[in-house]
């Protein structure tokens, strides 16, 4: 596999450069970020595979029932809905958390960078520029990684959340009450 004419191991020392570079921060915001796409990436394949499947045997299981009208009929057909809401939902939370971590994770390798500034301001003065600018990279790595990786957990928690309620509410028509006799 090859990305703009580079073999993906070329890519590998980068990335590499890039954790060491922001610290041991930096690697928890990358840990977190894998986890979240991870979990989106899940999520969407859900939607592609497994809910059409899940919505044939919701609806066979409603058309299955003799009597679609009583009261009765009613509360079933809510527990199917919540039962497809529910598998809609399901690890959308943990996608909320993570995005909400990661700009606390950057904060967090923002002061570990401008804590390591000072440091070297204190032991050596300003005389030290490499040591300076040092932990100031690492402020501003951790920062853009953690944001980043905001932005798109932001973007696609939103998408999954409408995404769920959008196809709980067409399985909702598609469980259709028939008229009370």
Do not use: C, K
Not at 9 to 31: D, N, S
Not at 56 to 66: E, G, P
Not at 92 to 110: D, Q, Y
Not at 169 to 179: D, F, M, S, V
């Amino acid at each position: 596999m090859a990305l703009d004419g580079l073999p993906l191991g070329a890519w590998l020392p980068p990335v590499g450069e890039l954790l060491a570079r922001g610290g041991a921060v930096m690697w928890a915001i990358f840990a977190a970020t894998a986890l979240l796409w991870a979990l989106i990436l899940e999520r969407y394949l859900f939607h592609w595979l497994a809910w059409p499947r899940l919505v044939q045997a919701l609806y066979a299981q409603w058309q299955a029932r003799a009597e679609r009208a009583s009261w009765y009929a009613r509360q079933v057909r809510g527990e199917l809905v919540a039962r497809a809401a529910e598998a809609l939902r399901r690890r959308l939370g943990l996608v909320r958390a993570l995005t909400a971590l990661l700009p606390l994770l950057g904060l967090l390798g923002t002061v570990s960078g401008m804590s390591h500034t000072f440091q070297v301001m204190a032991q050596f003065g300003t005389g030290n520029a490499r040591g300076m600018a040092e932990g100031i990279s690492q402020a501003l790595l951790t920062t853009l990684a953690g944001l980043v990786g905001t932005l798109s957990g932001l973007y696609f928690s939103h998408h999954l959340d409408h995404l769920a309620e959008r196809r709980a509410a067409a399985l909702a028509g598609e469980l259709a009450l028939e008229e009370g006799r």
